[in-house]
């Protein structure tokens, strides 16, 4: 089920069923889309710009990436001159805030605690 997130306390039933049959709904939150298309071009902009955001390992393989720290054994860096799309994350948490809050909601869960938390540094 593909469902607004503005029109999910409407769509009870089928979310319900589609939560018991397969187990998860598709959430679309308005505007998200072009923000992460824009994150993912800035974050593109900044791999192919900055060489250590490359990390290359004994077998040959190699991985891109912008976080400023990383497990398995990577060391943590920073890779400066790359702001992303800030609003994307921001959006993100509020979709899943209000996704969470709804649900709670419609399902009269408040009092359980949230259903959903989200948070980053």
Do not use: M
Request: charged share 25%; proline share 3%; aromatic share 4%.
């Amino acid at each position: 089920l593909r469902v607004s997130l503005d029109k999910l306390a409407e769509s009870k039933g089928e979310v319900e069923k589609a939560l018991s049959e397969v187990g998860l709904i598709a959430v679309d939150v308005e505007g998200l889309s072009s923000l992460r298309s824009s994150a993912l071009a800035q974050a593109a902009a900044c791999i192919a710009s900055e060489p250590h955001a490359t990390e290359a390992f004994g077998d040959g393989s190699k991985r891109a990436s912008l976080a400023t720290s990383v497990g398995a054994g990577l060391e943590p860096r920073d890779v400066e001159g790359c702001e992303i799309e800030s609003g994307f994350r921001d959006e993100v948490l509020a979709a899943t805030a209000r996704f969470g809050e709804t649900l709670g909601g419609v399902y009269d869960l408040e009092a359980a605690g949230p259903v959903l938390s989200s948070a980053y540094p």
